[in-house]
Protein backbone atom coordinates (compact mmCIF):
# COMPACT_ATOMS: atom_id res chain seq x y z
CA UNK A 1 0.00 0.00 0.00
CA UNK A 2 1.53 3.35 -1.07
CA UNK A 3 -0.17 5.47 1.48
CA UNK A 4 -0.44 4.11 4.48
CA UNK A 5 -3.29 5.53 6.72
CA UNK A 6 -2.54 6.51 10.69
CA UNK A 7 -3.85 3.28 11.93
CA UNK A 8 -1.58 1.07 9.14
CA UNK A 9 1.26 3.48 10.67
CA UNK A 10 0.68 2.68 14.08
CA UNK A 11 0.36 -1.03 13.92
CA UNK A 12 4.14 -0.84 11.89
CA UNK A 13 5.68 0.19 15.10
CA UNK A 14 3.97 -2.63 17.68
CA UNK A 15 5.75 -5.51 18.76
CA UNK A 16 9.46 -4.02 17.78
CA UNK A 17 12.26 -5.14 20.18
CA UNK A 18 14.89 -2.34 20.07
CA UNK A 19 17.32 -1.38 22.98
CA UNK A 20 15.89 1.93 23.80
CA UNK A 21 17.13 3.81 27.20
CA UNK A 22 15.45 6.79 28.97
CA UNK A 23 16.18 7.50 32.50
CA UNK A 24 18.83 5.05 33.25
CA UNK A 25 16.67 2.11 32.36
CA UNK A 26 15.46 -0.31 28.94
CA UNK A 27 12.22 0.82 27.55
CA UNK A 28 9.96 -1.81 26.65
CA UNK A 29 6.62 -0.28 25.34
CA UNK A 30 7.89 2.62 23.80
CA UNK A 31 4.13 2.67 21.79
CA UNK A 32 2.64 3.93 25.16
CA UNK A 33 5.76 5.98 27.22
CA UNK A 34 4.26 9.57 27.79
CA UNK A 35 7.38 10.85 26.70
CA UNK A 36 7.90 9.29 23.65
CA UNK A 37 3.85 8.83 22.56
CA UNK A 38 3.34 12.60 21.58
CA UNK A 39 6.64 12.12 19.28
CA UNK A 40 4.38 9.12 17.52
CA UNK A 41 1.49 10.92 16.98
CA UNK A 42 3.35 13.66 15.63
CA UNK A 43 4.71 11.60 12.70
CA UNK A 44 1.54 9.74 12.46
CA UNK A 45 -0.19 13.18 11.68
CA UNK A 46 2.08 12.44 8.01
CA UNK A 47 0.07 9.61 7.21
CA UNK A 48 -3.37 10.77 8.22
CA UNK A 49 -2.91 13.92 6.27
CA UNK A 50 -1.84 12.08 3.21
CA UNK A 51 -5.06 10.46 3.42
CA UNK A 52 -7.48 13.66 3.35
CA UNK A 53 -8.78 14.60 0.02
CA UNK A 54 -8.40 18.42 1.19
CA UNK A 55 -4.12 17.58 1.97
CA UNK A 56 -3.87 15.73 -1.24
CA UNK A 57 -1.85 18.38 -3.33
CA UNK A 58 0.70 18.84 -0.84
CA UNK A 59 0.53 15.28 0.93
CA UNK A 60 1.00 13.06 -2.04
CA UNK A 61 2.77 12.91 -5.25
CA UNK A 62 3.15 10.40 -7.77
CA UNK A 63 5.96 8.34 -7.97
CA UNK A 64 8.38 8.58 -11.09
CA UNK A 65 9.42 5.02 -10.81
CA UNK A 66 6.39 3.37 -10.25
CA UNK A 67 3.74 5.95 -11.15
CA UNK A 68 1.44 4.55 -8.25
CA UNK A 69 0.23 7.88 -6.12
CA UNK A 70 2.40 7.55 -3.05
CA UNK A 71 3.03 9.71 0.44
CA UNK A 72 4.95 12.49 -0.63
CA UNK A 73 7.62 11.59 2.14
CA UNK A 74 8.59 9.14 0.21
CA UNK A 75 8.78 10.88 -2.91
CA UNK A 76 11.64 11.84 -5.24
CA UNK A 77 10.88 15.51 -6.19
CA UNK A 78 10.20 15.84 -10.13
CA UNK A 79 10.04 19.95 -10.39
CA UNK A 80 10.34 22.78 -8.71
CA UNK A 81 6.40 22.63 -8.50
CA UNK A 82 7.48 19.22 -6.02
CA UNK A 83 9.87 21.18 -4.08
CA UNK A 84 7.58 24.41 -3.49
CA UNK A 85 4.63 21.40 -2.35
CA UNK A 86 7.17 19.95 -0.22
CA UNK A 87 7.27 23.47 1.77
CA UNK A 88 3.81 23.79 1.78
CA UNK A 89 2.88 20.17 3.46
CA UNK A 90 5.73 20.87 6.10
CA UNK A 91 3.79 24.05 6.56
CA UNK A 92 0.46 22.75 7.34
CA UNK A 93 2.28 19.83 9.35
CA UNK A 94 3.57 22.34 11.61
CA UNK A 95 0.36 24.16 11.63
CA UNK A 96 -1.37 20.94 12.54
CA UNK A 97 1.20 19.91 15.58
CA UNK A 98 2.97 22.78 16.65
CA UNK A 99 6.16 20.14 16.93
CA UNK A 100 8.66 18.74 14.76
CA UNK A 101 6.61 15.59 13.13
CA UNK A 102 10.27 14.35 12.48
CA UNK A 103 9.60 12.74 9.24
CA UNK A 104 11.53 15.44 6.85
CA UNK A 105 15.14 14.43 7.28
CA UNK A 106 14.56 10.67 6.11
CA UNK A 107 13.06 12.64 2.74
CA UNK A 108 15.90 14.95 2.59
CA UNK A 109 17.99 12.13 2.77
CA UNK A 110 16.57 10.45 0.05
CA UNK A 111 16.57 13.36 -1.97
CA UNK A 112 20.18 14.09 -1.70
CA UNK A 113 21.35 10.20 -1.84
CA UNK A 114 19.27 9.61 -5.15
CA UNK A 115 21.19 12.39 -7.13
CA UNK A 116 24.65 12.00 -5.53
CA UNK A 117 24.69 8.42 -5.94
CA UNK A 118 23.79 8.85 -9.92
CA UNK A 119 26.89 11.59 -9.85
CA UNK A 120 28.85 8.83 -7.88
CA UNK A 121 28.62 5.72 -10.29
CA UNK A 122 29.67 8.48 -13.36
CA UNK A 123 32.65 9.09 -11.94
CA UNK A 124 33.77 6.40 -10.36
CA UNK A 125 31.75 3.19 -12.46
CA UNK A 126 30.71 2.17 -9.01
CA UNK A 127 26.43 0.62 -9.15
CA UNK A 128 25.33 2.74 -6.25
CA UNK A 129 22.30 4.16 -7.50
CA UNK A 130 20.71 1.19 -9.11
CA UNK A 131 20.82 -0.18 -5.35
CA UNK A 132 19.77 2.90 -4.05
CA UNK A 133 16.21 3.22 -7.21
CA UNK A 134 15.28 -0.32 -5.42
CA UNK A 135 15.59 0.91 -2.37
CA UNK A 136 13.65 3.81 -3.07
CA UNK A 137 10.77 1.84 -4.32
CA UNK A 138 10.80 0.14 -1.44
CA UNK A 139 10.17 2.54 0.82
CA UNK A 140 7.53 4.12 -1.28
CA UNK A 141 5.15 1.05 -1.77
CA UNK A 142 5.61 0.51 2.32
CA UNK A 143 5.20 4.26 2.88
CA UNK A 144 8.17 3.98 5.31
CA UNK A 145 9.34 6.61 7.47
CA UNK A 146 12.79 7.01 7.26
CA UNK A 147 15.37 8.62 9.70
CA UNK A 148 18.03 10.81 8.09
CA UNK A 149 20.95 10.54 10.00
CA UNK A 150 23.88 12.48 9.64
CA UNK A 151 25.44 14.36 12.35
CA UNK A 152 28.35 12.40 14.07
CA UNK A 153 29.29 13.33 17.83
CA UNK A 154 32.76 14.63 16.08
CA UNK A 155 34.70 14.79 19.35
CA UNK A 156 37.80 17.26 18.97
CA UNK A 157 36.46 19.51 16.86
CA UNK A 158 39.88 20.93 15.61
CA UNK A 159 40.84 17.06 14.17
CA UNK A 160 39.01 15.52 11.07
CA UNK A 161 37.76 12.01 12.00
CA UNK A 162 41.08 9.94 10.60
CA UNK A 163 42.75 11.95 13.28
CA UNK A 164 40.67 11.91 16.63
CA UNK A 165 42.33 9.96 19.74
CA UNK A 166 38.83 7.74 19.73
CA UNK A 167 38.13 6.53 15.71
CA UNK A 168 34.78 6.29 16.41
CA UNK A 169 33.69 9.74 16.74
CA UNK A 170 32.31 9.60 13.21
CA UNK A 171 30.57 6.39 12.02
CA UNK A 172 32.85 4.59 9.93
CA UNK A 173 33.69 1.16 8.61
CA UNK A 174 35.44 -1.62 10.84
CA UNK A 175 35.03 -4.61 8.68
CA UNK A 176 34.75 -5.61 4.84
CA UNK A 177 33.35 -8.92 3.83
CA UNK A 178 31.98 -10.54 0.73
CA UNK A 179 28.19 -10.07 2.32
CA UNK A 180 28.17 -6.45 3.44
CA UNK A 181 30.55 -3.76 5.71
CA UNK A 182 30.58 -3.64 10.04
CA UNK A 183 30.16 -0.24 10.95
CA UNK A 184 30.74 1.47 14.36
CA UNK A 185 30.37 4.89 15.58
CA UNK A 186 27.22 7.22 16.82
CA UNK A 187 24.70 9.78 15.23
CA UNK A 188 23.73 12.21 17.77
CA UNK A 189 20.09 14.91 17.51
CA UNK A 190 18.28 11.68 15.73
CA UNK A 191 15.43 13.40 15.10
CA UNK A 192 12.69 11.03 15.04
CA UNK A 193 15.03 7.45 14.62
CA UNK A 194 12.66 4.71 17.28
CA UNK A 195 9.56 5.99 15.22
CA UNK A 196 11.09 5.31 11.96
CA UNK A 197 11.21 2.20 10.25
CA UNK A 198 14.55 2.49 8.50
CA UNK A 199 18.30 4.44 9.31
CA UNK A 200 19.66 5.99 5.98
CA UNK A 201 22.96 7.20 7.17
CA UNK A 202 25.17 9.67 5.62
CA UNK A 203 28.45 10.90 5.99
CA UNK A 204 29.13 14.53 8.06
CA UNK A 205 31.70 16.18 6.27
CA UNK A 206 33.29 16.34 2.87
CA UNK A 207 36.03 13.56 3.74
CA UNK A 208 40.22 13.62 2.66
CA UNK A 209 41.72 10.25 1.84
CA UNK A 210 43.26 9.57 4.89
CA UNK A 211 39.00 9.36 6.11
CA UNK A 212 38.13 7.16 3.05
CA UNK A 213 36.56 4.80 5.98
CA UNK A 214 34.20 7.00 7.15
CA UNK A 215 33.00 8.09 3.09
CA UNK A 216 29.79 5.70 3.82
CA UNK A 217 26.39 5.93 3.25
CA UNK A 218 23.78 3.01 4.04
CA UNK A 219 20.66 1.63 5.27
CA UNK A 220 19.55 -0.43 8.11
CA UNK A 221 16.07 -1.45 9.69
CA UNK A 222 15.34 0.07 12.97
CA UNK A 223 15.46 -3.36 14.74
CA UNK A 224 18.80 -3.60 13.26
CA UNK A 225 21.03 -5.70 15.78
CA UNK A 226 23.77 -3.87 17.23
CA UNK A 227 21.72 -0.09 17.65
CA UNK A 228 21.23 1.27 20.93
CA UNK A 229 18.80 4.08 21.22
CA UNK A 230 19.49 6.44 24.26
CA UNK A 231 16.78 9.29 24.90
CA UNK A 232 17.43 12.29 24.17
CA UNK A 233 16.11 14.80 27.06
CA UNK A 234 13.64 17.79 26.44
CA UNK A 235 12.85 21.31 28.76
CA UNK A 236 10.22 20.49 31.05
CA UNK A 237 9.80 17.05 29.65
CA UNK A 238 8.61 15.50 33.10
CA UNK A 239 5.00 17.04 32.83
CA UNK A 240 4.17 14.50 30.54
CA UNK A 241 4.74 12.01 33.36
CA UNK A 242 1.64 13.34 35.10
CA UNK A 243 -1.38 12.37 32.26
CA UNK A 244 -3.98 13.26 34.11
CA UNK A 245 -6.41 16.05 33.10
CA UNK A 246 -4.70 18.48 34.94
CA UNK A 247 -1.16 17.13 34.46
CA UNK A 248 -2.47 17.56 30.54
CA UNK A 249 -3.19 21.34 31.04
CA UNK A 250 0.19 21.93 32.22
CA UNK A 251 1.69 19.74 29.28
CA UNK A 252 0.62 22.94 27.09
CA UNK A 253 0.69 20.81 23.90
CA UNK A 254 -0.04 17.34 25.32
CA UNK A 255 -0.48 15.51 22.15
CA UNK A 256 2.21 16.47 19.89
CA UNK A 257 6.19 16.39 20.35
CA UNK A 258 9.16 15.75 18.47
CA UNK A 259 12.17 13.05 19.64
CA UNK A 260 15.94 13.44 19.57
CA UNK A 261 17.76 10.43 20.27
CA UNK A 262 22.05 9.52 20.46
CA UNK A 263 21.92 6.58 18.45
CA UNK A 264 24.78 4.06 18.80
CA UNK A 265 25.71 2.40 16.23
CA UNK A 266 28.17 -1.12 18.02
CA UNK A 267 29.31 -3.12 15.39
CA UNK A 268 26.59 -3.27 12.92
CA UNK A 269 26.04 -5.52 9.58
CA UNK A 270 25.06 -3.39 6.74
CA UNK A 271 24.46 -5.98 3.25
CA UNK A 272 25.89 -4.86 0.47
CA UNK A 273 22.72 -3.94 -1.37
CA UNK A 274 21.92 -1.26 1.23
CA UNK A 275 25.37 0.17 0.85
CA UNK A 276 25.25 3.32 -0.89
CA UNK A 277 28.95 5.17 -0.37
CA UNK A 278 31.95 3.01 0.39
CA UNK A 279 34.82 4.66 0.45
CA UNK A 280 33.79 7.32 -2.30
CA UNK A 281 35.70 10.32 0.01
CA UNK A 282 35.70 12.69 -2.74
CA UNK A 283 32.20 12.86 -3.23
CA UNK A 284 30.97 13.14 0.81
CA UNK A 285 31.49 17.00 0.70
CA UNK A 286 28.57 16.72 -2.01
CA UNK A 287 26.36 14.33 -0.29
CA UNK A 288 26.64 16.64 2.69
CA UNK A 289 25.82 19.96 0.68
CA UNK A 290 22.92 18.61 -1.11
CA UNK A 291 21.63 17.06 1.92
CA UNK A 292 21.99 20.21 4.13
CA UNK A 293 20.29 22.33 1.68
CA UNK A 294 16.96 20.38 1.70
CA UNK A 295 17.00 20.30 5.20
CA UNK A 296 17.54 24.30 4.99
CA UNK A 297 14.82 24.17 2.87
CA UNK A 298 12.58 22.31 5.17
CA UNK A 299 12.76 24.71 8.05
CA UNK A 300 11.25 27.50 5.39
CA UNK A 301 8.16 25.23 5.95
CA UNK A 302 7.87 23.10 9.18
CA UNK A 303 8.44 26.16 11.46
CA UNK A 304 6.53 28.10 9.20
CA UNK A 305 3.77 26.34 10.54
CA UNK A 306 4.87 26.38 14.02
CA UNK A 307 5.26 30.17 13.65
CA UNK A 308 0.87 30.30 12.48
CA UNK A 309 0.17 28.98 15.49
CA UNK A 310 2.07 31.13 17.75
CA UNK A 311 1.20 34.26 16.14
CA UNK A 312 -2.32 32.61 16.43
CA UNK A 313 -1.61 32.10 20.12
CA UNK A 314 -0.43 36.07 21.00
CA UNK A 315 -3.92 37.31 19.10
CA UNK A 316 -6.20 35.02 21.00
CA UNK A 317 -4.22 35.69 24.69
CA UNK A 318 -4.48 39.58 23.82
CA UNK A 319 -8.76 38.66 23.46
CA UNK A 320 -8.31 36.75 26.83
CA UNK A 321 -6.41 39.74 28.57
CA UNK A 322 -8.37 42.31 26.61
CA UNK A 323 -5.40 44.07 25.07
CA UNK A 324 -6.84 43.27 21.46
CA UNK A 325 -7.04 46.95 20.83
CA UNK A 326 -3.64 48.65 22.29
CA UNK A 327 -1.77 49.71 19.46
CA UNK A 328 1.36 48.40 20.33
CA UNK A 329 -0.01 44.68 20.63
CA UNK A 330 -0.84 44.77 16.94
CA UNK A 331 2.00 46.18 15.91
CA UNK A 332 3.79 43.27 17.43
CA UNK A 333 1.32 40.95 15.85
CA UNK A 334 1.93 42.63 12.90
CA UNK A 335 5.88 42.25 13.30
CA UNK A 336 5.30 38.14 14.12
CA UNK A 337 3.38 37.97 10.73
CA UNK A 338 6.13 39.84 8.63
CA UNK A 339 9.17 37.71 10.45
CA UNK A 340 7.28 34.50 10.02
CA UNK A 341 6.22 34.86 6.06
CA UNK A 342 9.62 35.88 5.52
CA UNK A 343 10.77 32.82 6.60
CA UNK A 344 8.38 31.52 4.25
CA UNK A 345 9.38 33.55 1.62
CA UNK A 346 12.50 31.73 1.65
CA UNK A 347 11.52 28.47 1.46
CA UNK A 348 9.27 28.84 -1.64
CA UNK A 349 12.27 31.19 -3.37
CA UNK A 350 14.96 28.30 -2.90
CA UNK A 351 12.60 25.88 -4.25
CA UNK A 352 11.36 27.76 -7.33
CA UNK A 353 14.77 28.45 -8.10
CA UNK A 354 15.72 24.80 -7.82
CA UNK A 355 17.30 22.98 -10.79
CA UNK A 356 17.62 19.32 -12.51
CA UNK A 357 20.31 17.55 -11.37
CA UNK A 358 21.92 15.11 -13.55
CA UNK A 359 20.19 12.01 -12.09
CA UNK A 360 16.91 13.95 -12.72
CA UNK A 361 15.46 15.22 -9.31
CA UNK A 362 15.03 18.06 -8.17
CA UNK A 363 17.67 20.14 -5.99
CA UNK A 364 17.21 23.43 -4.44
CA UNK A 365 18.68 26.80 -4.82
CA UNK A 366 21.23 26.36 -2.09
CA UNK A 367 22.90 29.92 -1.84
CA UNK A 368 18.51 30.52 -1.38
CA UNK A 369 18.48 27.48 1.01
CA UNK A 370 21.02 28.76 3.05
CA UNK A 371 19.76 32.17 3.32
CA UNK A 372 16.49 30.44 4.43
CA UNK A 373 17.96 28.53 7.18
CA UNK A 374 20.07 31.58 8.46
CA UNK A 375 16.94 33.40 8.85
CA UNK A 376 15.37 30.36 10.91
CA UNK A 377 18.11 30.74 13.21
CA UNK A 378 17.06 34.49 14.33
CA UNK A 379 13.31 34.69 13.02
CA UNK A 380 11.77 32.34 15.58
CA UNK A 381 13.69 33.84 18.72
CA UNK A 382 12.18 37.14 17.73
CA UNK A 383 8.83 35.74 17.27
CA UNK A 384 9.07 34.00 20.41
CA UNK A 385 10.25 37.52 22.54
CA UNK A 386 7.38 38.83 20.93
CA UNK A 387 4.54 36.04 22.25
CA UNK A 388 6.28 36.18 25.47
CA UNK A 389 6.22 39.92 25.70
CA UNK A 390 2.05 40.08 24.40
CA UNK A 391 1.28 36.85 26.84
CA UNK A 392 2.79 38.71 30.01
CA UNK A 393 4.97 37.38 33.05
CA UNK A 394 1.81 35.29 34.01
CA UNK A 395 2.77 32.42 31.71
CA UNK A 396 5.49 31.40 33.94
CA UNK A 397 4.07 31.75 37.64
CA UNK A 398 1.09 30.26 37.30
CA UNK A 399 0.44 27.84 39.63
CA UNK A 400 -0.62 23.97 38.73
CA UNK A 401 -3.85 22.85 37.54
CA UNK A 402 -4.00 20.36 40.03
CA UNK A 403 -4.58 23.77 42.55
CA UNK A 404 -7.09 25.20 40.01
CA UNK A 405 -8.97 21.57 40.73
CA UNK A 406 -8.58 21.90 44.36
CA UNK A 407 -11.54 23.12 46.13
CA UNK A 408 -10.05 24.94 48.45
CA UNK A 409 -7.48 27.38 46.50
CA UNK A 410 -9.36 26.56 43.25
CA UNK A 411 -11.78 29.20 43.27
CA UNK A 412 -9.00 31.96 44.39
CA UNK A 413 -7.22 31.28 40.85
CA UNK A 414 -10.66 31.40 39.13
CA UNK A 415 -11.06 34.57 40.45
CA UNK A 416 -8.18 36.09 40.74
CA UNK A 417 -6.42 34.83 37.34
CA UNK A 418 -9.51 36.05 35.14
CA UNK A 419 -8.84 38.24 32.44
CA UNK A 420 -11.82 39.56 30.39
CA UNK A 421 -15.01 37.98 31.74
CA UNK A 422 -16.89 36.38 29.23
CA UNK A 423 -13.62 33.63 29.10
CA UNK A 424 -13.16 31.03 31.57
CA UNK A 425 -10.12 31.20 33.58
CA UNK A 426 -9.37 27.64 32.50
CA UNK A 427 -8.94 28.30 28.84
CA UNK A 428 -6.67 31.32 29.61
CA UNK A 429 -4.51 29.11 31.97
CA UNK A 430 -4.91 26.59 28.91
CA UNK A 431 -3.18 28.90 26.81
CA UNK A 432 -0.63 30.25 28.78
CA UNK A 433 0.76 27.00 29.47
CA UNK A 434 0.46 26.08 25.89
CA UNK A 435 2.96 29.39 25.32
CA UNK A 436 4.90 28.65 28.08
CA UNK A 437 5.24 25.08 26.30
CA UNK A 438 6.39 26.89 22.79
CA UNK A 439 8.77 29.41 24.45
CA UNK A 440 10.07 27.65 27.14
CA UNK A 441 8.99 24.07 27.37
CA UNK A 442 9.19 20.68 24.78
CA UNK A 443 8.18 22.68 22.39
CA UNK A 444 10.57 25.55 22.64
CA UNK A 445 13.15 22.19 21.67
CA UNK A 446 11.59 22.26 18.35
CA UNK A 447 10.52 25.68 18.03
CA UNK A 448 14.31 27.44 19.16
CA UNK A 449 16.96 25.43 19.19
CA UNK A 450 16.87 23.05 16.87
CA UNK A 451 15.83 26.00 14.79
CA UNK A 452 19.18 27.46 15.74
CA UNK A 453 21.21 23.93 14.76
CA UNK A 454 18.99 21.82 13.26
CA UNK A 455 19.80 21.11 9.58
CA UNK A 456 23.59 22.55 10.59
CA UNK A 457 24.64 25.33 13.10
CA UNK A 458 24.55 29.49 11.80
CA UNK A 459 27.87 29.58 10.66
CA UNK A 460 27.50 26.73 8.49
CA UNK A 461 25.01 28.49 6.60
CA UNK A 462 27.82 31.25 6.53
CA UNK A 463 30.46 29.50 5.36
CA UNK A 464 27.94 28.09 2.30
CA UNK A 465 26.52 31.75 1.74
CA UNK A 466 30.65 32.93 1.30
CA UNK A 467 31.39 30.36 -1.21
CA UNK A 468 28.19 29.94 -3.48
CA UNK A 469 28.12 33.75 -4.05
CA UNK A 470 29.97 35.21 -6.91
CA UNK A 471 31.61 37.71 -5.80
CA UNK A 472 34.67 38.35 -8.58
CA UNK A 473 31.18 39.70 -11.06
CA UNK A 474 30.13 42.04 -8.19
CA UNK A 475 33.59 43.46 -8.45
CA UNK A 476 32.99 43.80 -11.98
CA UNK A 477 29.94 45.49 -11.30
CA UNK A 478 30.99 48.24 -9.43
CA UNK A 479 34.21 49.09 -11.16
CA UNK A 480 32.08 49.18 -15.13
CA UNK A 481 29.51 51.80 -13.15
CA UNK A 482 32.10 53.48 -11.43
CA UNK A 483 34.33 53.44 -14.80
CA UNK A 484 37.28 51.73 -13.08
CA UNK A 485 39.74 50.38 -15.34
CA UNK A 486 42.17 48.20 -13.45
FE1 LIG B 1 10.80 18.19 9.78
FE2 LIG B 1 11.19 20.59 10.76
FE3 LIG B 1 11.41 18.47 12.35
FE4 LIG B 1 13.29 18.94 10.50
S1 LIG B 1 12.78 20.25 12.25
S2 LIG B 1 12.29 16.99 10.91
S3 LIG B 1 12.06 19.83 8.86
S4 LIG B 1 9.58 19.17 11.34
FE1 LIG C 1 15.31 19.24 12.51
Known sequence: ?????????????????????????????????????????????????????????????????????INRYTHIHQSTEDLINKVKMLRALGQTTCSCFQRCVGMDAMNAIYSSTYEIDTAEGTDYHKRFVEYVKHAQKEDLTIDGAMTDPKGDRRLRPGDQPDPDMFVHVVKETKEGIVVR????????????????????????????????????????????????????????????????????????????ILLVFDDVFVPWEKVFMCGEY?????????????????????KVGVGDVLIGAAALIADYNGTQK??????????????????????????????????????VNLLLANVCKQNVTRFPYEISRLLQDIAGGIMVTLPSAKDLKNPEVGPYIE??????????????????????????????????????????????QRIMMSRMLDMGARKEMVKRLAGIKE
Open 185 to 260: GAKAHQTGCINSHEILVMPTLAMRQEDKDYAVSFAVPVEAEGLVYIYGRQSMDMRKMDESDSGKIDQGNACFGGQE
Open 1 to 69: MAIKTKNEYLKSLEGRNLKIYMFGERVDDPMNHPIIRPSINSVAMTYELANKPDFEDVMTATSHLTGER
Open 326 to 363: ASHIKDKIIEMIHLNETLYACGIACSSQGEKTASGNYL
Open 415 to 460: KYLKGVSSVPTENRIRLLRFIENMCLGCGATCYLTESMHGAGSPQA
Open 282 to 302: QHSGMLVERFAGYHRQSYGGC
